[in-house]
């Protein structure tokens, strides 16, 4: 079954930047909507990027024109590019991969996420 793990977080300043990887094992991916979210204590976790298998993206009004989602399916691998970063950017971040049944979708696989402070 496939297992994801997330890479790349740290501490930022404000303004400053951090890529995020995301790499998939025994799968592969490259047929899936891939998803990047984040959350931070006590509050719901909250759906930040989404990338089709076509590499076609779709971000929160949040982070929209700051973060970049990109896929190298031979690589079996996501990227999240993090820009411009704000204080109220810090959470752990979260890669899933998407399923559909029917009409409705829903994330079977999670990374344990990576940690990203901007302070």
């Known amino acids: 079954h496939v297992q994801l793990v997330e890479s790349g977080g740290g501490l930022a300043q404000p303004g400053g930047s951090l890529t995020l990887s995301c790499v998939a094992s025994?799968?592969?991916?490259?047929?899936?909507?891939m998803g990047w979210f984040r959350q931070v204590p006590d509050k719901e976790r909250e759906g930040v990027a989404g990338?089709?298998?076509?590499?076609?993206?779709s971000y929160a009004d949040s982070v929209k024109g700051r973060f970049t989602g990109s896929r190298d399916n031979a690589k079996n691998t996501l990227n999240l590019e993090l820009n411009s970063l704000e204080i109220q950017d810090t959470a752990t971040y979260y890669c899933?991969?998407?399923?559909?049944?029917?009409?409705?979708?829903?994330?079977?696989?999670w990374g344990q996420g990576t940690q990203v402070t901007v302070s």
């Open positions: 990338i089709e298998s076509d590499g076609s993206t």
């Open positions: 025994g799968d592969t991916i490259g047929r899936y909507c």
């Open positions: 899933a991969r998407q399923r559909t049944n029917g009409g409705s979708r829903y994330f079977d696989v």
